[in-house]
């Protein structure tokens, strides 16, 4: 199975800020990669696919790249509501899709 | 719009099974599959497995292999998730979700909160 690790799990850091976290795939996945979003209480939102693709509705402060097994999602300007839990997503062994382990975006 | 509607809260014994609902609108229900994702209190997101709604096909997480069993209801544009011999680690939120191939999980339901306990 495919393993992913997000880095770092936990991040604090303040309005305004520029954040990059980093999922790392055990094996190369092309760019079979989505990026979430999860607030407490909700079901998570979709932000990227295909690595660098934004969703539609979601800011263009939110941007992803990478490919292979090295991935990072960038929010350029963090804005109140971005504080949240983040997570990766691979699609490439279909339909054995597997999730990284979460990172937890908290105010400085 | 796309809506996945979930059933409701459920509390059950250690042994006892579950089945949570997902009723799906607002699109064509076999042209895509169905996910079910869980999350234990406090922790991240598990895949549990997917079924295609078009024929039934299923993959389920090899840990959770012969305790669980995804169907769907195409008359009704519904997808089920049974869990048998529930276990304490099983308390959770159950989220199912539409996917396609290779695609990202666009559309979630609300969450069904399963609590195991004696």
């Known amino acids: 199975d495919i393993q992913l690790t997000q880095s770092p799990s936990f991040l604090s850091a303040s309005v305004g800020d520029r954040v990059t976290i980093t999922c790392r795939a055990s094996?190369?996945?092309?760019?079979?990669l989505a990026w979430y979003q999860q607030k407490p209480g909700k079901a998570p939102k979709l932000l990227i696919y295909a690595a660098s693709t934004l969703q539609s509705g979601v800011p263009s402060r939110f941007s992803g790249s990478g490919s292979g097994t090295e991935f990072t999602l960038t929010i350029s300007s963090l804005q109140p509501e971005d504080f949240a839990t983040y997570y990766c997503?691979?699609?490439?062994?279909?339909?054995?899709?597997?999730f990284g382990q979460g990172t937890k975006l908290e105010i400085k | 719009q796309v809506q996945l509607v979930q059933s409701g809260a459920e509390v059950k014994k250690p042994g006892a099974s579950v089945k949570v609902s997902c009723k799906a609108s607002g699109y064509t229900f076999t042209s895509y599959g169905i996910s079910w994702v869980r999350q234990a209190p406090g922790q991240g997101l598990e895949w549990m497995g997917w079924i295609s709604a078009y024929n039934g096909n299923t993959n389920y997480a090899q840990k959770l292999q012969g305790r669980v069993t995804m169907t769907t209801d195409t008359s009704t544009s519904t997808a089920y998730m049974e869990l048998r011999s529930l276990r304490s680690d099983d308390t959770a939120v159950y989220y199912c979700?539409?996917?396609?191939?290779?695609?990202?999980?666009?559309?979630w339901g609300q969450g069904t909160l399963v609590t195991v306990s004696s």
């Open positions: 979700a539409r996917e396609y191939y290779r695609a990202p999980l666009d559309y």
């Open positions: 997503q691979q699609l490439n062994s279909y339909p054995l899709y597997t």
């Open positions: 094996q190369g996945i092309s760019s079979y």
